[in-house]
């Protein structure tokens, strides 16, 4: 495995900012600006309903491999940096520095898939299992919204990603850096994303370097470290997951629990008669809302619980719910669907002795007390 590589970003900041003051520009968006702006962007066909999109077909990672290999030698190279609002900024290297881009972020990449097929990796949905030994995770990159907002960057409004520069953006506030490669042979580009701790950042005071036998102040330079290990891929319509860990901390993508969700969502619609605005389902109201994904872990659907029981009991304690004229459920909002889920999951108590309804966060059964031997 290589060695980590310093990436400085000094180089990039002093051109960037010498064109800027010596050719008349408008002043730089800011963060808000440039959310504000994608947000009102007509929607690309990334983010359009899934039927109007074309049929899921996964990407076969062996053949990608295999394929790639023949001419990784002659891929170009685009590197960008996101911020923790999941806005990109585009990173010009040194030709010394584009030398290592393979060795950093492809070519352990390439031997593990190309080895791991000789040695029977299997390739399996992230949701379906917990990671383990000779098993590589993979989900559609468009179940994890924050990276929906990454992709819909760099995939449409590559005209919106400006240079990075330290004095604007602060290399502190960066989380990850995206390569994306690209050749004329392929249908379309590969994008790997690996973390930036910031413990791998220097800047600043209190950051030494060595020149020659001397330790010298690490001043006008701003550097992180590439981290080597393999983290995340995205080819075709999948996210290839190389490190679990890293796609819960960049993008706040716990599958399995999204997979739980998923699940108990259609034991609801199969057992419950719900009423949605137009345009909106269950699955499409917890998707991406963590209260309601985490509330959905712990939800009992057993048989005795019947939609006039739930509708009673709402009553009962002046959480009440609409039906509307077919009697079913109506659920206008995630407030709504919180109520429903609530009185499902028996999570609404009225004290008979203070007669104070509570919502129960945690729940333990009361055993009967043993009976005495005496």
């Not at 580009?189 to 413990?199: D, M, T």
């Not at 010298?216 to 999948?238: E, R, S």
């Amino acid at each position: 495995m290589e060695d980590d590589a310093v990436v400085p970003a000094e180089n990039t900041n002093q051109a960037s900012a010498k064109a800027l003051a010596e050719t008349p520009a408008a002043p730089a968006k800011t963060d808000a600006e440039l959310i504000q702006e994608a947000a009102a962007a007509p929607k690309p066909d990334i983010l359009a309903p899934e039927e109007d999109n074309e049929p899921y077909e996964p990407t076969d990672i062996f053949a990608w491999a295999n394929n790639l290999y023949q001419y990784k030698d002659q891929l170009k190279y685009e590197l960008f940096l996101i911020n923790k609002n999941n806005v990109m900024y585009s990173i010009k290297l040194d030709p010394e520095l584009e030398k290592q881009i393979p060795a950093l972020f492809l070519t352990n990449i390439l031997d593990f898939v190309l080895n791991g097929a000789a040695e029977g990796l299997v390739i399996r949905g992230f949701e379906e299992a917990e990671a383990e030994d000779h098993v590589l995770q993979r989900t559609r990159w468009k179940n994890v919204d924050k990276l929906v907002e990454v992709m819909h960057w760099i995939r449409t409004q590559g005209q919106e990603i400006g240079p990075f520069i330290e004095e604007e953006h602060d290399l502190k506030r960066q989380k990850a850096v995206m390569l994306r490669g690209t050749h004329p042979s392929m249908p379309e580009p590969f994008y790997i994303i690996k973390g930036l701790p910031r413990a791998q950042m220097m800047k600043g005071e209190g950051a030494w370097m060595i020149k020659g036998k001397t330790f010298a102040p690490f001043t006008d330079v701003v550097a992180f470290k590439v981290p080597a290990d393999n983290q995340l891929m995205v080819v075709g319509q999948d996210l290839f997951v190389f490190s679990q860990p890293k796609l819960k901390t960049l993008f706040g993508y716990d599958a399995k629990k999204n997979s739980i969700a998923a699940k108990k969502a259609q034991e609801i619609i199969e057992k419950f008669d719900l009423s949605f605005a137009e345009g909106e389902d269950l699955q499409t109201m917890i998707k991406g809302n963590k209260p309601l994904i985490n509330k959905l872990q712990k939800l009992e659907i057993t048989e005795e619980i019947t939609k006039d029981k739930i509708l009673d009991h709402g009553e009962e304690l002046d959480v009440s719910l609409m039906t509307d004229e077919r009697g079913a459920i109506i659920i206008e909002n995630p407030k709504d669907l919180t109520k429903f889920l609530n009185l499902v999951n028996d999570d609404y108590i009225e004290s008979n002795l203070t007669g104070i309804r509570y919502e129960v966060q945690k729940k333990r059964e009361l055993k009967p007390p043993k009976e005495s031997d005496d």
